[in-house]
Nanobody, 129 residues
Framework: QVQVVESGGGLVQAGGSLRLSCTAS????????MGWFRQAPGKEREGVSC????????YYADSVKGRFTISRDNAKNTLYLQMNSLEPEDTAMYYC??????????????????????WGKGTLVTISS
C-alpha cells in the first residue's frame, strides 16, 4: 500500500522560511517524478514545483521561482521543498504527489493534478503579514 505523508507546515511571518518534507512508502521512489502542489481557500489546486526521478531536472511555477527549491533524497524516499522569502500569497495547503515516469525530466506540462498517481493529505502553510 502506497503512503505519501507531508510534514513541515506551520505559521510564519512574511519574509520567513519553511522546509516541507514528504516521505513516500510502498513504492520504488526513484521510479517516480515527484511534485508539490498547493491549494488556497477558494482556489484551484496548482502545481508549484516538480523534480525528475534522479533530481537532474526541476521545474518551478513563476510565482515561486527564485524563492523555492525542490530536492529529493532517493535513499530516504523523501522529497523536500525549501521555501524562502515567504509571502502571504503563499498561504495554502501544500500537497506532495507522485507519478511514475521513465523520463529523467519534468516540466509544467507534467505538473497537473489529473496526471499524478499518488497524493498525500497535505500540510498547511500560513504566512502572516
Amino acid at each position: 500500500q502506497v503512503q505519501v505523508v507531508e510534514s513541515g507546515g506551520g505559521l510564519v511571518q512574511a519574509g520567513g522560511s519553511l522546509r516541507l518534507s514528504c516521505t513516500a512508502s510502498g513504492l520504488t521512489f526513484d521510479d517516480y517524478m515527484m511534485g508539490w502542489f498547493r491549494q488556497a481557500p477558494g482556489k484551484e489546486r496548482e502545481g508549484v514545483s516538480c523534480i525528475s526521478w534522479s533530481g537532474g531536472s526541476t521545474y518551478y511555477a513563476d510565482s515561486v521561482k527564485g524563492r523555492f527549491t525542490i530536492s529529493r533524497d532517493n535513499a530516504k524516499n523523501t522529497l523536500y521543498l525549501q521555501m524562502n522569502s515567504l509571502e502571504p500569497e503563499d498561504t495554502a495547503m501544500y500537497y506532495c504527489a507522485a507519478v511514475k515516469s521513465p523520463y529523467n525530466y519534468c516540466s509544467g506540462s507534467w505538473l497537473v493534478p489529473d496526471g499524478m498517481d499518488y497524493w498525500g493529505k497535505g500540510t498547511l502553510v500560513t504566512i502572516s503579514s
